[in-house]
Nanobody, 113 residues
Framework: QVRLVESGGGLVQTGGSLRLSCAAS????????MNWYRQAPGKQRELVAG???????NYADTVKGRFTISRDNAKNAVYLQMNSLKPEDTAVYYC???????WGQGTQVTVSS
């Protein structure tokens, strides 16, 4: 059974930091490109960052320079370090195994102004 479980969300002030984690199980994690997406109220889900099995990364322009995606294949985990947070980063953040249709339940990030 495939599971993706996000954690680490919360309420933070503008300029603060959070680190999201996603624990994966039930599939060969190390072979999958992994993504973080987010969805704000009333908006479509958008890609935030992705990381290949070998560690190559890609970021949305809106988070480039502020967010860092990483992974630990030994722990079957992917992370999103979020710095210099802004109110517009407020959203539910989701972990995704690329092209799989597998999603976690999401973790809420709220940035207060």
């Amino acid at each position: 059974q495939v599971r993706l479980v996000e954690s680490g969300g919360g309420l933070v002030q503008t300029g603060g930091s959070l680190r999201l984690s996603c624990a994966a199980s039930g599939f060969t994690f190390s072979t999958y490109y992994m993504n973080w997406y987010r969805q704000a109220p009333g908006k479509q889900r958008e890609l935030v960052a992705g990381i290949s099995s070998g560690g190559g990364t890609n970021y949305a322009d809106t988070v480039k320079g502020r967010f860092t995606i990483s992974r630990d294949n030994a722990k079957n985990a992917v992370y999103l370090q979020m710095n210099s947070l802004k109110p517009e980063d407020t959203a539910v953040y989701y972990c995704n195994a690329d092209a799989s249709g597998w999603w976690g339940q999401g973790t809420q990030v709220t940035v207060s102004s």
